[in-house]
C-alpha cells in the first residue's frame, strides 16, 4: 500500500502532460477516476490499453487507424480525385465530422516554422508530390489553419505541385487565427464548399 500514493503522483503528472489539463485538473480527473474505479476507471484503463497496442498511423494519408491504411485510403468511393491537405489528424476528423467532402486525405504532420526549426522535411510534403502523381490527382483543397505558419506551408506546397494539379484553399467562414478543429460543422461546411484557387 505504501507504492499507492506515488503510483497516483505518477498518473497525476501524466495526465497532467494532456492537452487542457494542468496539474489542478489532472488531480481532479485522477481522484474522480478513482472514486469511479469500476465505472471509470478499469474500462478507460483497457482502452487506453487496446489503442496503445492496435492505433498506428496511416501509411498513405497519415490518418490514425488500426491497419496499415485506413479506412478512408482504402474506400473506393473517396477515390474523387480530390485530396484534402489539412495539418493534423484532429483537423481531418474535424473535416469529417462536417460530413462534406467526400475526397481522400492528406495529414501534413504539422506547418513549416522558422521559430520552431521545422522545414519541408520535417512535414509529410514529398509524400503528397508523389501522391498527387500517383494517384491521379486531379484537385488539392488546402485546409490548413488560417495562420502565419499555415499560410506559408500553403504558398509552398502550392510551389512545389505547380501547375500540375488545381490547387484550391478553403474560403469564406474560416477567420484568421482560426484552428479547424474549433470550428463547427457549418462553418466547415460553408468554407469547403466556397473554396478558390490558391
Same mark, same amino acid.
Given at each position: 500500500?505504501?507504492? +499507492?500514493?506515488?503510483? *497516483?503522483?505518477?498518473?497525476?503528472?501524466?495526465? $497532467?502532460?494532456?492537452?487542457?489539463?494542468? /496539474?489542478?485538473?489532472?488531480?481532479? +480527473?485522477?481522484?474522480?477516476? *478513482?472514486?469511479?474505479?469500476?465505472?471509470?476507471?478499469? /474500462?478507460?484503463?483497457?482502452?487506453?490499453?487496446?489503442? $496503445?497496442?492496435?492505433?498506428?498511423?496511416?501509411?498513405?494519408?497519415?490518418?490514425?487507424? =488500426?491497419?496499415? %491504411?485506413?479506412?478512408?485510403?482504402?474506400?473506393?468511393?473517396?477515390?474523387?480525385?480530390? *485530396?484534402?491537405?489539412?495539418?493534423?489528424?484532429?483537423? %481531418?476528423?474535424?473535416?469529417?465530422?462536417?460530413?462534406?467532402?467526400?475526397?481522400?486525405?492528406?495529414?501534413? !504532420?504539422?506547418?513549416?516554422?522558422?521559430? @520552431?526549426?521545422?522545414? /519541408?522535411?520535417?512535414?509529410?510534403?514529398?509524400?503528397?508530390? =508523389?501522391?498527387? +502523381?500517383?494517384?491521379? *490527382?486531379?484537385?488539392?483543397?488546402? $485546409?490548413?489553419?488560417?495562420?502565419?505558419? !499555415?499560410? =506559408?506551408? &500553403?504558398?509552398?506546397?502550392?510551389?512545389?505541385? #505547380? @501547375?500540375?494539379?488545381?490547387?484550391?484553399?478553403? $474560403?469564406?467562414?474560416?477567420?484568421? !487565427? !482560426?484552428?479547424?478543429?474549433?470550428?463547427?460543422? #457549418?462553418?466547415?461546411? &460553408?468554407?469547403?464548399?466556397?473554396?478558390?484557387?490558391?
Amino acid at each position: 500500500m505504501a507504492d +499507492a500514493p506515488k503510483d *497516483i503522483e505518477t498518473l497525476i503528472e501524466m495526465m $497532467a502532460k494532456l492537452p487542457g489539463l494542468g /496539474p489542478r485538473s489532472a488531480r481532479r +480527473a485522477v481522484l474522480h477516476l *478513482i472514486k469511479k474505479r469500476g465505472l471509470l476507471l478499469m /474500462p478507460l484503463a483497457d482502452a487506453m490499453h487496446a489503442v $496503445a497496442t492496435t492505433a498506428r498511423e496511416c501509411l498513405r494519408c497519415g490518418n490514425v487507424g =488500426t491497419a496499415d %491504411l485506413c479506412d478512408i485510403c482504402t474506400s473506393e468511393k473517396r477515390a474523387t480525385g480530390e *485530396i484534402c491537405v489539412v495539418e493534423d489528424v484532429a483537423d %481531418l476528423w474535424a473535416m469529417e465530422r462536417a460530413a462534406v467532402f467526400k475526397g481522400r486525405y492528406h495529414v501534413l !504532420g504539422g506547418t513549416l516554422s522558422a521559430l @520552431d526549426a521545422i522545414g /519541408p522535411e520535417d512535414l509529410r510534403i514529398p509524400q503528397l508530390v =508523389t501522391r498527387v +502523381a500517383d494517384e491521379g *490527382i486531379t484537385e488539392v483543397i488546402l $485546409a490548413l489553419n488560417a495562420t502565419i505558419d !499555415g499560410q =506559408t506551408t &500553403a504558398h509552398y506546397i502550392a510551389e512545389q505541385l #505547380g @501547375d500540375r494539379v488545381r490547387v484550391t484553399s478553403l $474560403a469564406q467562414g474560416v477567420p484568421i !487565427g !482560426g484552428e479547424l478543429d474549433y470550428l463547427d460543422d #457549418g462553418t466547415i461546411s &460553408a468554407a469547403l464548399r466556397a473554396r478558390k484557387a490558391f
